[in-house]
C-alpha cells in the first residue's frame, strides 16, 4: 500500500461521499486540498465571515523568498523543489501517525485556474503516488454549487435576491448568473480533464452516476485506483460538508440549532441544497437555452470526453426562460424551515 495517494474532482461532485467512506476504511486517513495549487485567499463562509486557505506548496513559495540564499548555497527553484519534497513526506508521516492509519488520501476539488499547477506538482513531487478522477455532469454540479453556495458568494445577483432575501418583487426566471458559469463551469473542465497532460500514466475515473448506481462496483473502482484493499467499515460515515467549498471544509456545526437569525438563515438554505446533493438529472430544470450554450462553450469537450452529451447542440431543447413559479416552489421548502 502507498503511504499517499490523490483523489482529482470538482467541488460538489460527490467528493463529500467518497471521502466519507475512504474514513470508514481502517488503514485511509483523509485530507483536503492540502499539498498542490500554489494557492491563497480569504474564503467566504456561510456566516458571511472569511477563513484563509493556502496549500502548502504556496507555503513554501512565500518563506523561501525571506531565504538567504547565499548562504544557503541554492537558487529559489531549487530551494522550493527540495523544501517541498522533504515537507511532504514528513507531512504525511505526521498526519498517519497520529490518526494510527497507513495511507493518507488527498481530496483535491481545485480553486479557479489551479488545476494544472496540481497537475504538476504531482508529477514533480509525488510521481508514484496514485491517482483517480471523479468526475460529476457539470450541469448537476453546478446547480448543486450554486444552491449551497447561495451564502457565499452570490450577493447581488437575482439569485440572492430571489432565494436569501425572498424579495417579493424578483420574479426569476434564470437561474445562473454568467460570472458564476463562467468561473465554475471553466473550473469543472478543468477538473474533469485532470491529468491528461501525463503521457506515461493513465488516471482511472469513476463517474458519480456509476456510483449512485451501483455503489458496489464504485467501491472497486476506488480500491483499485488508489491501491486498497476493499474492508467492511470500521463505523458509520454520514456525508459531510466538506466539498462546500473547493478545499474549504466549514467550521460551524452541519445543522445549526435555528436559535438566531443567521442560523435559520443557514438551516433555511441548506434546506434548500440538500435535495440537489444526490440527485442525477436535476440540471434540467435550471438551464437556459443561453445557460447551456455558455457551459458548453466553456466545457463541452470534457462533457463530451465524459459521456455526458453526445450532440454538441444539446443546449438547443432547452428553454429560453425558466418557469418562475416553480423556482417559487423551491423557494418556499426553505421558507418553511426558516420558519421554525
Not at 179 to 191: N, Y
Not at 233 to 250: F, K, L, N, R, T
Not at 311 to 339: K, M, N, S, T, Y
Request: glycine share 6%; net charge negative.
Amino acid at each position: 500500500m502507498s503511504r499517499l495517494g490523490f483523489i482529482l474532482t470538482a467541488p460538489c461532485s460527490g467528493g463529500d461521499q467518497i471521502g466519507s467512506w475512504l474514513t470508514t476504511q481502517r488503514d485511509v486517513y483523509v485530507t483536503e486540498n492540502v499539498l498542490f495549487g500554489r494557492f491563497f485567499e480569504q474564503w467566504p463562509t456561510e456566516r458571511g465571515g472569511v477563513t484563509p486557505v493556502m496549500s502548502v506548496d504556496r507555503f513554501v513559495a512565500d518563506w523561501s523568498r525571506n531565504a538567504r540564499l547565499t548562504v544557503l548555497g541554492i537558487d529559489r527553484d531549487t530551494l522550493q523543489h527540495q523544501l517541498l519534497d522533504a515537507l511532504i513526506p514528513f507531512l504525511t508521516e505526521f498526519e498517519l501517525k497520529l490518526s494510527q492509519r497507513r495511507m493518507l488520501i488527498d481530496l483535491v476539488m481545485a480553486f479557479p485556474g489551479t488545476q494544472r499547477i496540481i497537475d504538476q506538482g504531482i508529477a514533480r513531487h509525488a510521481p508514484s503516488a496514485p491517482v483517480m478522477r471523479l468526475v460529476r455532469d457539470a450541469r448537476d454540479t453546478l446547480v448543486d454549487q450554486a444552491f449551497r453556495w447561495l451564502l457565499r458568494d452570490t450577493h447581488g445577483t437575482n439569485r440572492y435576491a430571489f432565494f436569501v432575501e425572498r424579495r417579493p418583487n424578483i420574479r426569476l426566471d434564470r437561474f445562473f448568473d454568467n460570472q458564476f458559469l463562467d468561473r465554475w463551469g471553466k473550473t469543472w473542465s478543468q477538473c474533469a480533464l485532470a491529468g491528461r497532460d501525463w503521457p506515461d500514466r493513465s488516471i482511472p475515473t469513476l463517474r458519480f452516476e456509476d456510483w449512485v448506481a451501483d455503489r458496489a462496483a464504485g467501491l472497486e473502482t476506488i480500491a483499485d485506483a488508489l491501491e486498497l484493499p476493499l474492508e467492511p467499515p470500521i463505523g458509520s460515515a454520514a456525508a459531510s460538508d466538506s466539498d462546500s467549498s473547493p478545499g474549504c471544509a466549514d467550521l460551524i456545526p452541519s445543522s445549526p440549532t435555528p436559535s438566531t437569525s443567521q442560523d435559520r438563515l443557514v438551516a433555511r438554505i441548506r434546506a434548500l441544497a440538500r435535495p440537489f446533493r444526490r440527485t442525477v438529472g436535476i440540471w434540467t430544470s435550471f438551464f437556459t437555452r443561453s445557460d447551456g450554450q455558455r457551459l458548453h462553450d466553456l466545457a463541452g469537450s470534457a462533457l463530451i470526453e465524459h459521456g455526458y452529451v453526445n450532440d454538441e447542440r444539446w443546449f438547443l431543447d432547452l428553454p429560453e426562460r425558466l418557469d418562475p413559479d416553480q423556482l417559487e416552489q423551491i423557494a418556499q421548502r426553505g421558507d418553511q424551515v426558516g420558519a421554525v
